[in-house]
């Protein structure tokens, strides 16, 4: 296996949160990000990103008219050389790619970590969870007293930070504290606005979910 080596980063903690516990990544995601041009999706985008009534917290469509076309799951040709079965976040260009045999990769916008506040390098998918619970790490919980209530955890649900599914990214068999996860805030996709976590839209991570085994190698490019 041929793998991409990078230098992590130092870690700088974590951001101080926003008011909204919604707004909320991993550890704290928001800022109000700017607006861009609305793009017309097509009727199929729309299916592929309309509501899913049947998950375990019914899951509304996505505005994605208010998203960059570009973002938009599609198949691509594969731009990252990387072994079929690795995931590789493009933090620059905001995409995460699921590499695939035949030398295709499914692609995904995603929001990443705000300067100075993100991960790279290469690591794991250790495990993955549907509907997880969110527990801030105790330094955030230093910085925010009020999230004291979610020392041992915050419920899974639409306003749980985490989402509808999370990935838990490992490096050398050790928690990074790094996410993949979902969000229902289509703006927040293509932007630098989170503590270190990596979100996907909610159709998206679960697309994603469904085809990325635990164990599977994940790589972060800055």
């Known amino acids: 296996m041929t793998t991409m080596t990078l230098a992590r980063p130092d870690r700088r903690g974590f951001l101080i949160g926003a008011a909204s516990i919604a707004a909320l ?4 995601c928001a800022t109000t990000p700017s607006r861009i041009e609305p793009d017309l999706p097509s009727e199929e985008t729309r299916r592929m990103y309309g509501a899913l009534p049947n998950e375990r917290f019914p899951i509304p469509a996505a505005r994605i008219d208010r998203l ?7 198949v691509v040709t594969d731009p990252t050389g990387a072994r079929p079965g690795t995931v590789v976040v493009d933090t620059p260009n905001r995409f995460l790619y699921w590499v695939m045999e035949g030398g295709r990769a499914m692609r995904y916008g995603v929001g990443i970590g705000r300067d100075g506040f993100d991960w790279g390098g290469s690591g794991t998918i250790a495990y993955k969870r549907e509907w997880p619970r969110w527990t801030p790490p105790a330094e955030m919980i230093v910085r925010q007293p009020e999230l004291e209530k979610y020392r041992n955890g915050m419920e899974p649900g639409l306003e749980n930070p985490l989402g509808a599914r999370a990935l838990y990214i490992f490096q050398n068999g050790q928690d990074t504290l790094y996410r993949i996860h ?3 805030d289509v703006e ?3 932007k630098a606005i989170s503590s270190g976590c990596v979100r996907l839209l909610a159709q998206d991570v679960i697309d994603l979910y469904e085809r990325v085994p635990s164990g599977s190698p994940i790589i972060v490019q800055q």
């Open 68 to 74: 960059d076309s570009r973002y938009y799951r599609q």
């Open 188 to 190: 927040t996709i293509g």
């Open 25 to 28: 990544g991993l550890a704290g």
């Open 182 to 184: 979902a969000t229902l």
